[in-house]
């Protein structure tokens, strides 16, 4: 007799977890491996931090601070918002999942964009709910088809800016358009991951919105440009009233004493982001002159990121890549067939992904 499993959960696809650094050494017999398929800041952490991480580490016989106070009055002062308005999670992945578990039940849906990042539909399904996906249109949101998808049943829209996988951004007039034409009772949520890789100039600051708007969210995570990605934590800004809701479902000890202690510290190290984005930066303007010399197309990016358009098969090129240590994300697993997500690090590496890549390029395009 099989166990009665919720039908919406047993119909969930199984999870599968990337390759590991270790797997591919052991695989390949290979001394040196480069992870670039999860966007990771691979600088490391900033000169000073370790240790101030380190020592938190006396103080884990105590349970957390389940309201996580430190870290919000900072980010509050950091924004001029109210503690009430933020949230904290293991990652904002987490917070994605008790926005779901918030506003999604049988019947209900949230509109996306397709491709997206995975974590909107998995955490919709969850909760027995559905999606509506809107197709990017030249790799950036539609968005007016995705305002248009909207129906009575739909409880949130998730827009991510940048985009990730493609890279791509929203400008301030489509946000300032999806904010004046969505219903009020449902959410936008903008997650914003890669909100510090995008110079200021091309950014959003969407949470001078919040004020005015009890319908949006926005995430920001310390995993990307802070280097926390491990330790998991990111957060939520939002109305008073949804991020009640979200503190209902949230568990009290969601997130760890060291993540939060790491969280505070790492703001103190504005100029090491400002450092990492510009050279990030440098690097994606190096990455573009050497894929149009070599004629290889590739997606403008505002993130740490870039898709590469490889023409055949991307898991062909991918196999390629590992046995010579750089594990990349082929399309082909992200919703964009024939193109490789590849993270953007140090100097580098990116200098010895290029000419490994561009070789391979040019074998499997014979
Ligand atoms: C990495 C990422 C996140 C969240 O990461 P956490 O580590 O859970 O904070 C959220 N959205 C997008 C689009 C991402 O790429």
């Not at 959960?9 to 199984?14: A, E, M, R």
């Not at 979200?246 to 505070?264: D, E, G, M, Y």
Request: hydrophobic content about 35%.
């Amino acid at each position: 007799m099989s166990l009665k499993i919720k039908k919406w959960i047993s119909n969930l696809p199984d999870y599968t977890p990337g390759k590991s650094i270790e797997e591919i050494k052991n695989k390949y017999g290979l001394k040196n491996v480069y992870k670039l398929a999860s966007n990771e800041n691979l600088y490391g952490l900033p000169e000073g931090l370790t240790e101030k991480i380190c020592e938190e580490i006396r103080n884990i016989y105590y349970y957390p601070d389940a309201d996580c106070s430190q870290i919000r009055e900072k980010l509050g002062k950091v924004y001029g918002i109210p503690v009430g308005k933020i949230i904290i999670g293991s990652g904002s992945d987490q917070v994605i999942e008790m926005i779901c578990d918030s506003f999604i039940g049988s019947g209900d849906n949230v509109v996306i964009a397709d491709p997206t990042f995975p974590i909107y539909e998995k955490a919709a399904l969850k909760c027995g709910g559905s999606t509506i996906k809107v197709p990017l249109v030249d790799f950036r949101h539609d968005i007016k088809g995705l305002l248009a998808a909207v129906d009575k049943n739909t409880r949130i829209m998730f827009l991510t800016n940048p985009h990730n996988p493609a890279g791509t951004n929203i400008t301030k007039e489509e946000f300032k358009y999806v904010l004046d034409k969505l219903p009020e009772d449902i959410l936008l949520v903008m997650d914003e991951a890669y909100y510090e890789y995008a110079m200021p100039d091309e950014r959003i600051d969407t949470t001078e919105y919040i004020a005015g708007r009890d319908n949006l969210m926005v995430l920001r995570t310390f995993s990307k440009i802070f280097c926390l990605a491990g330790l998991r934590i990111g957060y939520g800004i939002g109305s008073v009233e949804a991020i009640r809701a979200l503190n209902k479902v949230r568990l009290p000890f969601n997130v760890s004493s060291i993540a939060q202690k790491a969280a505070l510290y790492s703001l103190q190290y504005q100029d090491f982001a400002v450092k990492i984005r510009e050279s990030i930066h440098k690097q994606k303007q190096i990455y573009y002159n050497v894929l149009e010399k070599n004629g290889i197309g590739f997606i403008r990016s505002y993130a740490n990121f870039i898709l590469i358009k490889v023409g055949i098969d991307s898991s062909q090129i991918t196999e390629e890549l590992l046995k010579e240590g750089f594990i990349i994300r082929p399309g082909e697993n992200l919703g964009f067939p024939g193109y490789i997500r590849v993270t953007v690090s140090t100097d580098e590496v990116s200098a010895k992904f290029l000419e490994v890549f561009t070789r391979i390029y040019k074998d499997c395009n014979k």
